[in-house]
């Protein structure tokens, strides 16, 4: 089991109704971690998180980042301790 | 598909309407791309070197053949001139009810030229064309001069929607904007000036017109396959909530904002760096466009007990401010009430001013009195006054000088009339000393209120775009949003999505440029291809509604080809104005400074400026050396006619 706190901005933050929280995950992946906040969050989430069509996580509008500002994909491993951010992907306006 | 173009003298009075024939389609797609060439046309006949606030100065409305048809994906009118306040290609667009009014009313574009004797406005309806009497509008800002209009205007055959300028452009202030009706603003480039340089104070439409489609069955199925990749989406659901405001978060925690000048990228007002206080503070929802699925827009009333500072504003409501209007309070002034920020967004609006320009002119004055670099006298030179206090997140101080720049008060106004690069040179020159290094700006002359050094296709962006730095002619979202599957898409490697390197940087910028001019040209709203409901491929999803209404059925590929060709001739027309590479460029600040703060500190525009700028030009066809465009590249576009003209005044690369 590794530790991976997950952070919540906007839309995100909505639904979880926490900023933050720490996960206990079996697989060390992103896949993992987004089974984990779906199965907690329900149908809104998952809607928001993950991409039916393809699988992934879904990549319209949004934007994950670890710690070190990379974007996260559902294939990506992650390491204990990890931090990562869910957030909107919109910019300028 | 076939519309009508009026053309209006403003010199001699005549209005007259010509076909704009199917074949200026096939060439152009519509809205921006036709603007342009309008525009090229007429600087054939015109001085191209006129001055921009002069009579022969063109100014041209238009919208894309989806706008007004019910596709749903928004609708933006365009305003292309040449600018008067960075002397090159110029243009804006804004949403709103106006553009689709404009097609109801019997007209698809309308160029303007020559200059009234005295204040007028015109008013389209249903076919017919009249140019008024403006005096009893003149004086009034953006928003009483369309209350007026449309209170004199009745409501038949329909409600009247207008364009409108504020003091700004009556006092051809080089930064002032168009307002359409009056809350959706045509921001960028100096529209409202050359309105205000032809005495023309508004443009009234009304109309009970329709819109013919090609294929209308085709449209609709499109429509509500549109409507429903929009309804499944989550994040748009927030983004119906939140409008632009929803990068705020994003930009805080990533270091994307722009603040103080750029000395910072990070809010500082416990109030604006969260969206929190959009929720609480948004009032009503409203939609921009009648023909947009997505309605991000939301509007607010303050009752004074926001804040403390609210109570200066009580029952204050207009448009919730957008994501730039709030950088340019929130992070180039540092205001960091919620009330301020958004009575900055309502007063540069009731003005009609660009707040990016304006703010970063502020912000460079400001940072000289934070370094001690303006006496008491010397600021007494500036305002006319004896006292003049320059405190960041001081909204009475911003107030003034806002004033002293709408009504060209004091040489600070003067000065800076044009943006921040002119007014610093200005200001450098009448003080004998160098401050340069204060002004913030990319090409043109033209500022930016968001920060870019760790993102080299938005830096490159900065020095490239044809309108002035700005990121509306080739938003970087791969790079910006690290999107692997959409840099493996278009190039077949990662590196498009890899911030740490400079490689397809520049290629993404070309791609990416050619892309917005398809959707500017279409006359979509650019938040709908954000979002990406179907697909970020404006060559392909948003081609076949074109093909719906158009009849001109384009495959992806060709329709790349045709936003090339649009980007090509924004670029010629500023080579024959003698743009060249050393105007491709962006200010010190961001190519030597380093990124100060946030996820990507220690960042500086040099490292990969050159690296980017390069390829930029090879994979638009152009030379590296002049940074112009080649003979060779331009035929493959089928433009051999622009080629000749810029062979002509000496502004083709050399074989």
């Keep these: 089991m590794i530790s991976i706190h997950a952070q919540y901005q906007s839309r995100f933050r909505e639904i979880t109704r926490i900023e933050k929280e720490t996960f206990e995950i079996a697989e060390p992946t992103m896949a993992a971690l987004a089974a984990a906040i779906t199965g907690k969050y329900g149908p809104a989430m998952t809607a928001l998180l993950m991409d039916e069509e393809s699988k992934s996580l879904n990549s319209r509008g949004t934007l994950y980042l670890n710690s070190k500002g990379q974007r996260m994909y559902i294939e990506d491993s992650l390491t204990d301790g990890e931090t990562v951010f869910f957030m909107v992907g919109i910019a300028g306006g | 598909m076939e519309s009508r173009l009026l053309r209006v003298d403003l010199t001699t009075g005549e209005c007259k309407v010509e076909t704009v024939p199917h074949a200026m389609f096939e060439r152009w797609i519509g809205g921006s791309g036709i603007n ?127 364009l409108t300028i504020g003091q700004a452009g009556e006092h051809q202030v080089g930064i002032a904007s168009v307002v359409s009706d009056a809350s959706r603003i045509h921001a960028r480039g100096g529209g409202g000036c050359v309105l205000g340089s032809k005495n023309l ?100 009333k303050i009752d004074g007990t926001e804040s403390e500072k609210a109570k200066k504003y009580v029952g204050e409501s207009f448009r919730r401010p957008e994501y730039l209007t709030t950088a340019s309070a929130a992070g180039a002034l540092d205001l960091r009430d919620w009330s301020e920020v ?45 006292h003049q206090s320059l405190e960041w997140g001081c909204m009475e101080d911003v107030e003034e000088l806002m004033k002293d720049m709408v009504f060209q008060r004091n040489r600070f106004g003067k000065f800076f009339h044009d943006g921040p690069y002119y007014g610093a040179l200005r200001y450098s020159q009448f003080r004998g000393e160098n401050f340069m290094k204060y002004a913030t700006y990319g090409k043109g002359g033209a500022s930016f209120t968001e920060e870019m050094r760790p993102f080299p296709t938005w830096m490159n962006n900065m020095a490239v775009a044809s309108r002035g730095a700005d990121h509306l002619k080739g938003i970087g979202l791969i790079e910006k949003f690290q999107r692997r599957d959409l840099s493996m898409k278009y190039f077949g490697r990662l590196e498009a999505a890899d911030l740490s390197t400079p490689l397809l940087k520049g290629a993404c910028t070309a791609v990416v440029e050619n892309q917005v001019a398809l959707l500017n040209s279409y006359g979509v709203c650019l938040f709908h291809w954000m979002l990406d409901p179907g697909g970020y491929t404006p060559e392909d999803y948003y081609g076949r509604a ?105 502004a083709l690369a050399k074989a």
Excluded at chain 2, 212 to 217: E, F, H, K, M, S
Excluded at chain 2, 220 to 248: C, H, M, P
Excluded at chain 2, 574 to 600: A, K, Q, V
């Design chain 2, 201 to 300: 104070k508004a443009i009234a439409v009304q109309g009970s017109g329709g819109v013919r489609v090609a294929n209308p069955r085709g449209l609709l199925n499109w429509s509500k396959d549109f409507r429903q990749k929009i309804d499944q989406n989550e994040a748009i659901y927030g983004f119906k909530r939140r409008g632009t405001l929803g990068a705020v978060e994003m930009y805080q925690h990533i270091g994307s904002h722009f603040w103080r000048n750029n000395q910072g990228n990070m809010f500082r007002g416990d109030d604006v760096r969260s969206d929190n206080w959009v929720k609480k503070y948004h009032k009503y929802s409203e939609v921009c466009s009648a023909d947009c699925y997505i309605a991000c827009d939301g509007r607010y």
């Design chain 2, 342 to 386: 958004a009575h900055w967004g309502k007063v540069t609006n009731d003005y009609g001013i660009d707040n990016q320009d304006l703010s970063t002119s502020i912000s460079f004055i400001m940072e000289l009195e934070q370094h001690g670099l303006l006496s008491a006298r010397q600021k007494a030179e500036l305002f006319d006054r004896d």
């Design chain 2, 546 to 650: 074109f093909a719906e209404v158009t009849g001109i059925d384009r495959t992806p590929e060709e329709l790349m080809r045709d936003g090339e060709r649009i980007c090509n001739l924004e670029k010629a027309f500023n080579s024959r104005l003698g743009l060249r590479r050393e105007h491709d460029t962006i200010c010190e600040r961001w190519m030597f400074e380093p990124c100060p703060e946030g996820m990507y500190p220690g960042k500086v525009a040099a490292d990969m400026f050159e690296t980017v700028l390069d390829e930029y030009y090879d994979w638009r066809g152009w030379d590296r050396q002049s940074g112009l465009q080649t003979g060779a590249r331009l035929s493959a576009l089928g433009m051999d006619d622009v080629a000749e003209v810029l062979a002509a005044d000496g």
């Design chain 2, 36 to 162: 342009n060439w309008i525009m090229w046309e007429h600087f054939l006949t015109h001085d191209i070197n006129c001055d921009p606030r002069g009579p022969d100065n063109i100014f041209v409305f238009g919208v894309g053949p989806l706008a007004a048809t019910g596709s749903g994906s928004g609708i933006k009118g365009r305003i292309t001139f040449k600018s008067p306040c960075y002397g090159i290609f110029g243009d804006s667009a804004a949403g709103g009810k106006f553009p689709y009014m404009v097609r109801f009313a019997g007209f698809d574009y309308i160029a303007i030229t020559g200059k009234a004797p005295k204040p007028v406005y015109l008013h389209l309806c249903d076919g017919d064309v009249e140019i008024r009497d403006a005096s009893h509008l003149w004086g009034m800002n953006s928003a009483e001069a369309h209350n007026t209009l449309v209170h004199d205007l009745g409501d038949f055959p329909s409600a009247a929607h207008t």
